[in-house]
DNA sequence: CGGAAGATCCTCT
DNA sequence: GAGGATCTTCCGG
């Protein structure tokens, strides 16, 4: 059913206790859970505390207090005034937005939370995949490696993207956004000028 | 205490 | 491709 080693304890630390694009890469490919749902992460963005575009940029507050946990803990905000995103923390207020998945778990209750049968258009976007996998603010620092959380090593993609990330006014030249080449379930497409690594 | 911004999504044209 | 929905948080006055 669900192939791979999951990442928990002292594996699950030393994972994300590392430089969030790094952290970004290293997730393309992998398996997230949320109870009985979740996919496999084909689209991610990098966020640092120097970063002018990160929650993190003008220090904690009652909002970002769980992006500033332990690495592997999960951070969760409301934007827009409707839809919740998720993080996965990585050193203290850094992280790694999680923007697309694979539906490959749980299907027919992420197309009824969705009210969409569309499988590319379950997950395609941080909001979508909260809404399909059930993410809101009970669910914010909490630590990936306990229910209704998992996470699962996955196999590395055949080709990574890289570009610029979406939606964002400051710093938004930074290539920190990542993504599996040729996937059919990110939220967007990489610009021309994306640069593919092997 | 008011206001504006915001790591989005959906429905049109 | 443009615009509206919708609301919490934070900062400035």
Known sequence: MIGGPALAGDALTAFFARDAEEVARSLLGCRFMVGMVGGLIVETEAYFPDDAASHSFRGPS???????????????????????????????????????????????EMAERRKLDALPALCSGPGKLCQALGIDLTLNDRKLDCPPYALFKGAAPVATMVGPRIGITKNADAPMRFGVAGSRYLSKPFPKTSVSIP
């Open 62 to 108: 009652k909002r970002n207090a769980a992006m500033f946990g332990e690495p592997g803990n999960v951070y969760v905000y409301h934007i827009y005034g409707m839809h919740w995103c998720v993080n996965f923390v990585c050193r203290p207020g850094s992280a790694v937005l999680i923007r697309a998945l694979e539906p490959e778990q749980g299907i027919a």
